[in-house]
């Protein structure tokens, strides 16, 4: 069965920390990973990594790609407030476009 | 642009009572999604629609869930009767083309339901 597994399920840190979230995945026919940030209820899309662009960088946020350890990692430095959210990572499933979702990583940013 | 929009934001019912969220998907987009999303989880799909078709519905509890996108454009997810562990956040999402090509899938703000 596809699954994706994110760690740590929870972290807090302060202001101006560097954090780094962690994606592993196991799909058949892998095609693509996605990372989403959910504020309050709706998630927004922030990356979608593929083996053709295996790295996205946007601001303070930045992700990378694994594909000989079936795993994706989600930087964000000079962390803010801002960045307090739950940051999901998914990936379609093999041989359909349902999206399979980890359990999120709860970030806490205190001031 | 406005974007996925759902209602109602909250329902709290009790048990064996039914319930029906709506969904505006962004305009152009034809396709759209159901997903669960319960505490401390990740979302669950629970079906998706290309246009008026459900294309993937294997999650849905048939048994007591229903949906339907009759012109293509908003859609209706039904539970009756509710069970105690419907309780969730139900989210809609929609996008311009498939999942695995684009990546982006916009998400309502969802429908918290509490059943009692």
């Known amino acids: 069965e596809d699954k994706v597994v994110q760690s740590p399920l929870s972290l807090v840190v302060h202001e101006g920390d560097t954090v780094t979230l962690n994606c592993s995945y196991e799909v058949t026919n892998f095609r693509s990973l996605l990372w989403y940030k959910q504020e309050k209820k709706a998630p927004t899309f922030l990356f979608m990594l593929t083996s053709s662009g295996i790295e996205k960088k946007s601001g303070r946020l930045s992700s990378i790609l694994d594909k000989k350890e079936l795993s994706s990692i989600l930087n964000i430095t000079a962390t803010q407030t801002g960045d307090s959210a739950i940051y999901l990572c998914a990936a379609p499933q093999g041989g359909s476009e349902k999206l399979v979702f980890g359990k999120g990583t709860k970030l806490t940013v205190n001031p | 642009e406005a974007g996925v929009v759902q209602s109602p934001r909250y329902k709290i019912i009790e048990k064996k009572q039914p319930v029906a969220f709506w969904c505006n998907p962004i305009s152009g987009h034809n396709t759209l999604y159901w997903y669960r999303q319960n505490l401390g989880q990740g979302p669950e799909l629970l079906i998706r629609y290309e246009n008026e078709e459900a294309v993937d519905d294997s999650q849905l509890p048939k048994d007591r869930f229903s949906a339907e996108r009759l012109k293509g454009v908003d859609s209706t997810l039904k539970i009756q009767p509710a069970e105690l562990g419907d309780s969730a956040v139900y989210l809609c999402?929609?996008?311009?083309?498939?999942?695995?090509?684009?990546?982006?899938?916009?998400f309502g703000e969802g429908s918290r339901l509490t059943v009692l």
């Open positions: 999402a929609s996008s311009l083309t498939i999942t695995a090509i684009s990546g982006e899938l916009f």
